[in-house]
Every structure is written in structure tokens, then in C-alpha cells.
């Protein structure tokens, strides 16, 4: 008998930071605000829905090659800065800036779940293939497993590549 695929928790409808950018493929989830005219291109977008305000992201791994665009994207959206990885709040949402060579990315995948709402996003941004400090998307879905989270969906995001994470859901009873 094959294994179960984990069922995901589905965020709710008010969550604003759904998606650093909206690609129009479907990567086996419900792109949600996508109505395919990007024709598969990265939008400068931050999120697929109304703007939010007062939601509380991190943003571990930030470094001067990261995009300023994306940055300021999310930041319009939410409405204030992003917080640093010092903050010992629970936040709605991780925005883990990583490259090769950066150190174990479950570890860092355990610790950004620790300070994550329950209904929380992770999101993964790495070069793109074929950029320096480049990651196989295989690789950031196997140490995402690793750290107990599940691979949700990716985007292409010019000169980075997204990959969200989420907590899987648990076994009804």
C-alpha cells in the first residue's frame, strides 16, 4: 500500500502573504488571485490578494544580494519592515534567504518553524539554477522534510527561486 500523501493545512482566507510572486503554473496547490495572464513570467508581486497590514514577517538570511524589489513587495504588502532574526514573536510568516554553503538548512528550517503561527509560511528564496549559491529544488524539499515540513509549492522569481513550506496537517481522528 503506498504511503499517504501528508494533506496540507490550507492558509486562511484573510492570509495575505500567500505567494512572493505569482508565476500562473500550478505546482499541484490552488494558486489563489492567479488568473493566468503572467503567462508563466515572475510578477514583481508580493502577494496574490488584498493588501494586509500589521502581519509580522521574518526575515533570516537577509544579505546584500538579495532583491530589494521582492523585499519592498512584501514590506508595501504587510505594511512596515520586516523583522530581523532576533525577534522572539511569533510571526505570521519566514522569508529565509539561503545559498549554498550557508550551513544545515533543516536546522534553520526547525528554528524558523519554532517562532511560526500555526497557519504560518515559510518561504525558501534561492539563486536560480545556474546562479552562484545556487540549491536543486529537490534538495530544499528533502531538508524541508527533514526539518517536518512539507513542500507546498515554487516560483520563479528572476534571479531567485521561492519554495513554500508548511507545516503538514494532522491525521484526523
Given at each position: 500500500m503506498p504511503a499517504a500523501r501528508p494533506r496540507l493545512h490550507r492558509l486562511p482566507p484573510d492570509d495575505r502573504l500567500v505567494a512572493p510572486a505569482c508565476t500562473g503554473v500550478r505546482t499541484g496547490v490552488e494558486s489563489r488571485g492567479c488568473d493566468g495572464g503572467c503567462r508563466g513570467r515572475a510578477q514583481p508581486r508580493a502577494a496574490n490578494g488584498p493588501r494586509s497590514s500589521h502581519a509580522l514577517v521574518r526575515e533570516p538570511g537577509w544579505d546584500n544580494d538579495t532583491d530589494d524589489r521582492i523585499r519592498a513587495?512584501?514590506?508595501?504588502?504587510?505594511?512596515?519592515?520586516?523583522?530581523?532574526?532576533?525577534?522572539?514573536?511569533?510571526?505570521?510568516?519566514?522569508?529565509?534567504w539561503w545559498r549554498a554553503g550557508d550551513g544545515d538548512l533543516a536546522c534553520e528550517l526547525t528554528d524558523a518553524a519554532r517562532a511560526l503561527a500555526d497557519t504560518g509560511a515559510i518561504w525558501v528564496l534561492t539563486p536560480a539554477t545556474g546562479k552562484p549559491g545556487c540549491l536543486d529544488p529537490g534538495e530544499v524539499a528533502e531538508e524541508a522534510h527533514r526539518a517536518?515540513?512539507?513542500?507546498?509549492?515554487?516560483?520563479?522569481?528572476?534571479?531567485?527561486?521561492?519554495n513554500h513550506l508548511a507545516r503538514p496537517e494532522p491525521p484526523r481522528a
Amino acid at each position: 500500500m503506498p504511503a499517504a500523501r501528508p494533506r496540507l493545512h490550507r492558509l486562511p482566507p484573510d492570509d495575505r502573504l500567500v505567494a512572493p510572486a505569482c508565476t500562473g503554473v500550478r505546482t499541484g496547490v490552488e494558486s489563489r488571485g492567479c488568473d493566468g495572464g503572467c503567462r508563466g513570467r515572475a510578477q514583481p508581486r508580493a502577494a496574490n490578494g488584498p493588501r494586509s497590514s500589521h502581519a509580522l514577517v521574518r526575515e533570516p538570511g537577509w544579505d546584500n544580494d538579495t532583491d530589494d524589489r521582492i523585499r519592498a513587495d512584501i514590506e508595501d504588502t504587510i505594511g512596515g519592515a520586516m523583522v530581523d532574526d532576533e525577534t522572539d514573536e511569533v510571526v505570521d510568516a519566514v522569508l529565509l534567504w539561503w545559498r549554498a554553503g550557508d550551513g544545515d538548512l533543516a536546522c534553520e528550517l526547525t528554528d524558523a518553524a519554532r517562532a511560526l503561527a500555526d497557519t504560518g509560511a515559510i518561504w525558501v528564496l534561492t539563486p536560480a539554477t545556474g546562479k552562484p549559491g545556487c540549491l536543486d529544488p529537490g534538495e530544499v524539499a528533502e531538508e524541508a522534510h527533514r526539518a517536518g515540513l512539507v513542500s507546498v509549492a515554487s516560483v520563479a522569481l528572476g534571479a531567485w527561486s521561492g519554495n513554500h513550506l508548511a507545516r503538514p496537517e494532522p491525521p484526523r481522528a
